[in-house]
């Protein structure tokens, strides 16, 4: 027989549900990422912040060296190609490269509550650039990102810059998530950081042990900062994952496909 504190704690629990129910998802979402930077993220609220974006990136370049040494530049929501052309114009290495990527048919979905799907659309015109370092790649992220990487790939060496400034959470996600692959840590600016952003990378630090350190951000006004510069880490990944042997099949042993041409198949070995 169930209790009569045990039935009003059910009909409190499922008041405060009901309630919270009545609250448009995306309002109930606008609260939430401001509690993740105040709660996850409190260095992000104590950093230094400059008056505006352009402070903050000119930071970036002249307080790591960016302006003389290559480095790669990956740039997730383009628009109209602003931030990307800043960058390249103030870096002067030959060996440099520029990458951005976008679907120039604006967002993939609503944003903030007044921002609706297809805001920011160029009409798939992509921006015109004279630098032959820059590379737009046109498309979905999800789409094109395989692209990306094989540009990224071929400057290895290069420090790496990545620049989110997709705004939404989805978009954002996928991308920290693709950078991850990397496995590289690198500097990154968020451009919509306290909103949808500071969720994604809530989720993503959780999700795959990444670290973040916070160095400086914009407007010097606002305490909740609408741009972020940080140090991203993720987490190292094992040389040699381990797997679990089933007990039948002790002493098989699994050829690599790069071993000599007589032991180019999987088999065992007695």
Same mark, same amino acid.
């Given at each position: $027989?169930?209790?009569? /504190?045990?039935?009003?704690? %059910?009909?409190?629990?499922?008041?405060?549900?009901?309630?919270?129910?009545?609250?448009?998802?995306?309002?109930?979402?606008?609260? @939430?990422?401001?509690?993740?930077?105040?709660? @996850?993220?409190?260095?992000?609220?104590? $950093?230094?912040?400059?008056?505006?974006?352009?402070?903050?990136?000119?930071?970036?370049? &002249?307080?790591?060296?960016?302006?003389?040494?290559? $480095?790669?530049?990956? &740039?997730?929501?383009?628009?109209r190609g602003e931030s990307i052309?800043?960058?390249?114009?103030?870096?002067?290495?030959?060996?440099?490269?520029?990458?951005?990527l976008d679907s120039f048919e604006?967002?993939? %979905? %609503?944003?903030?509550?007044?921002?609706?799907?297809?805001?920011?659309?160029?009409?798939?015109?992509?921006?015109?650039?004279?630098?032959?370092?820059?590379?737009?790649?046109?498309?979905?992220?999800?789409?094109?990102?395989?692209?990306? &990487?094989?540009?990224?790939?071929?400057?290895?060496?290069?420090?790496?810059?990545?620049?989110?400034?997709?705004?939404?959470?989805?978009?954002?996600?996928?991308?920290?998530?693709?950078?991850?692959?990397?496995?590289?840590?690198?500097?990154?600016?968020?451009?919509?950081?306290?909103?949808?952003?500071?969720?994604?990378?809530?989720?993503?630090?959780?999700?795959?042990? @990444?670290?973040? %350190?916070?160095?400086?951000?914009?407007?010097?006004?606002?305490?909740?900062?609408?741009?972020?510069?940080?140090?991203?880490?993720?987490?190292?990944?094992?040389?040699?994952?381990?797997?679990?042997?089933?007990? /039948?099949?002790?002493?098989?042993?699994?050829?690599?496909?790069?071993?000599?041409? &007589?032991?180019?198949?999987? /088999?065992?070995?007695?």
């Open positions: $027989m169930v209790s009569r /504190g045990t039935k009003v704690t %059910e009909f409190l629990n499922d008041a405060i549900k009901d309630v919270s129910a009545l609250i448009p998802f995306k309002y109930l979402h606008r609260g @939430a990422d401001f509690s993740i930077v105040k709660r @996850a993220f409190p260095a992000a609220l104590t $950093m230094p912040k400059f008056d505006n974006r352009r402070l903050l990136w000119d930071h970036a370049i &002249e307080g790591f060296g960016l302006r003389q040494k290559p $480095m790669t530049y990956v &740039e997730f929501g383009v628009w052309k800043y960058f390249a114009e103030r870096n002067q290495s030959e060996y440099s490269r520029f990458i951005g604006g967002l993939p %979905e %609503e944003w903030l509550g007044h921002h609706g799907k297809g805001a920011f659309d160029e009409n798939g015109n992509i921006p015109e650039v004279d630098d032959q370092r820059i590379h737009f790649i046109k498309g979905w992220f999800q789409d094109t990102w395989a692209a990306a &990487e094989r540009l990224v790939a071929e400057s290895k060496s290069n420090d790496l810059l990545v620049h989110f400034d997709a705004d939404v959470y989805s978009s954002t996600l996928f991308a920290l998530t693709s950078v991850n692959g990397l496995g590289k840590k690198y500097l990154a600016i968020f451009d919509e950081f306290s909103g949808e952003e500071s969720r994604a990378v809530y989720h993503y630090c959780q999700a795959y042990g @990444a670290g973040i %350190e916070f160095l400086a951000g914009s407007p010097a006004t606002r305490k909740y900062p609408i741009r972020v510069l940080c140090w991203i880490t993720p987490r190292p990944l094992r040389s040699e994952p381990a797997v679990a042997t089933p007990s /039948g099949l002790q002493g098989t042993r699994l050829r690599t496909l790069d071993e000599s041409s &007589e032991s180019r198949t999987l /088999g065992r070995e007695l």
